[in-house]
Nanobody, 123 residues
Framework: QVQLVESGGGSVQSGGSLRLSCAAS????????MAWFRQAPGKEREGVAA???????MYAESVKGRFTISQDNAKNTLYLQMNSLKPEDTAMYYC?????????????????WGQGTQVTVSS
């Protein structure tokens, strides 16, 4: 079955960087569109970055120029490079997947989700 396992979260000071990873198993990674979401306490889950099966990407306005989504099909792994982190980036970060062409992009319709990894940015 489809499994997504996030890692790489942690605590960092404002202006710092982190790289999140999402290890995928149970499916042919290159055939799935992927995305990163985040959810802060008391807030709705929001789309951060998405990538389709041909590598086209989309970012939330709040992270454009700071975050980069990428994937390594040979390693079945999705990444989120986060630079210039701000306290408002503090949240649980989730990866999500759906078979085939990208339909959802930054919307929450993905059928497969990981358990999340916590990112905390202090000022």
């Amino acid at each position: 079955q489809v499994q997504l396992v996030e890692s790489g979260g942690g605590s960092v000071q404002s202006g710092g960087s982190l790289r999140l990873s999402c290890a995928a198993s149970g499916f042919t990674f290159s055939e799935y569109s992927m995305a990163w979401f985040r959810q802060a306490p008391g807030k709705e889950r929001e789309g951060v970055a998405a990538i389709n099966i041909v590598g086209r990407t989309m970012y939330a306005e709040s992270v454009k120029g700071r975050f980069t989504i990428s994937q390594d099909n040979a390693k079945n792994t999705l990444y989120l490079q986060m630079n210039s982190l701000k306290p408002e980036d503090t949240a649980m970060y989730y990866c999500a997947a759906d078979f085939g062409s990208q339909v959802w992009w930054l919307r929450r319709g993905y059928p497969y989700w990981g358990q999340g990894t916590q990112v905390t940015v202090s000022s």
